[in-house]
């Protein structure tokens, strides 16, 4: 039976479905979703991220957690981890880098975390040289000084929508129409958790709820404050969303969310806001563009030495690859980043202003 079926079949016994639980559906069901069967990055796969577009991004990235580390006097040992690493090429990237920093190799624990087995499986394959461990839940992070980078990671957390109406809230379910999934309102109700929103919405007004972003950025940060650390977030949206941000994408082309449940990738917009109000006790930055934060950490220089090695289609590839990760038309701008560290800490490079 497909995942289309068995939805199907749910909403006949149960009646329509939150769009949070039918992008968990669609994301990581057990046996047809779409991270827990397949490795949907890269040229050939559904989209294409930053750490596969270019190893300039793990490179800079990297070097400027362990610049983190060493302002943080070496701690020993210490845990480098990731959120939803992909095929682990990111993390790969920030340790062939860092390697040439004195005794970060040696006193790294690398932690991963992860929903899917099957990338769990091509993680470990890309980090064969190392013995990274993989973790279920953002709790499980070791109790030692934890320096973490997410890309990508938070536009795959379920979201549910809300349609304004008056003082009350319809909330975006799934339901069928014709025997086909189709998009319907609930009935208004009070929603306590949206009131900030009744101050910048109307009457008809969508706005989008991520309950597991927030939990996540403040376990960590309590993590960090503790232990010491930082974290850099990167990923699209806006400081406040307003208006529906669900994407589904396959084949590099977007697509209909409803279409072709566990076959498309379904993301959405990041609320900054939401995520910056549970990072005290730490400090964040500010919310920087990805292009001006490699720009800063010195992409071009490093562009430049690796095209003095290349020639023909790679170097235009190369060429093709620092522009498509900076420049504002192409994800330099669209792509948001913000970092962490506790209080008193100097800010991570790139993100000191
Ligand atoms: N960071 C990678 C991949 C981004 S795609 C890159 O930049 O290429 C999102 C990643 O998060 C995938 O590895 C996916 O399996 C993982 N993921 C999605 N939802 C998750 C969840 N709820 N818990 C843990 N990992 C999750």
Redesign the pocket.
């Given at each position: 039976m497909s995942l289309r079926d068995l939805l199907i079949s749910q909403i006949r016994a149960q009646g329509p479905m939150r769009l949070d639980d039918y992008m968990t559906a669609c994301?990581?069901h057990p046996e047809h979703g779409y991270?827990t069967t397949r490795t949907p990055?890269g040229t050939s796969g559904d989209f294409i991220?930053?750490?596969?577009i270019s190893q300039m991004f793990g490179e800079l990235v990297g070097l400027a957690l362990a610049q983190a580390w060493l302002n943080q006097g070496s701690p020993a040992p210490f845990t480098l981890a990731e959120?939803?690493?992909?095929?682990g090429?990111?993390m790969a990237d920030m340790l062939r880098a860092s390697a040439r920093v004195p005794g970060f190799l040696k006193a790294v624990d690398i932690v991963l975390?992860?929903?899917?087995a099957v990338?769990r499986d091509v993680q470990a394959d890309t980090l064969e040289a190392y013995t990274p461990r993989w973790i279920d839940s953002i709790e499980a992070l070791p109790e030692q000084a934890t320096f973490l980078v997410a890309?990508?990671?938070f536009d795959?957390?379920p979201i549910r929508q809300f349609v304004r109406d008056g003082t009350r809230w319809r909330e975006r379910q799934i339901g069928l129409k014709d025997d086909v999934l189709a998009f319907g309102l609930g009935p208004a109700q009070p929603q306590p958790t949206l009131n900030e929103r009744l101050e910048d919405t109307q009457d008809g007004d969508l706005i989008e709820d991520c309950a597991m972003a927030a939990p996540i950025l403040a376990t960590l940060s309590a993590r960090i404050a503790t232990y010491g650390g930082a974290a850099l977030v990167f990923d699209y949206g806006d400081w406040r969303t307003l208006g529906d941000t669900l994407q589904a994408v396959q084949n590099h082309d977007k697509t209909d969310p409803l279409a072709d449940p566990g076959h498309a990738d379904l993301t959405a917009h990041v609320d900054f806001e939401a995520l910056l109000r549970a990072v005290p006790p730490c400090t964040p930055s500010r919310i920087t563009p990805q292009g001006v934060f490699l720009e800063r950490l010195g992409i071009t220089a490093r562009a430049q030495t690796l095209a003095q090695t290349l020639s023909g289609a790679a170097l235009e590839t190369h060429v093709a690859a620092h522009r498509r990760l900076t420049h504002p038309q192409e994800m330099g701008n669209l792509f948001k980043i913000f970092g962490i560290v506790p209080q008193g800490s100097a800010m991570l490079p790139g993100l000191e202003t």
């Open positions: 994301l990581l991270y990055f991220t930053a750490p596969e959120l939803g690493p992909g095929r090429t990111l975390l992860e929903a899917s990338l890309n990508e990671f795959a957390l």
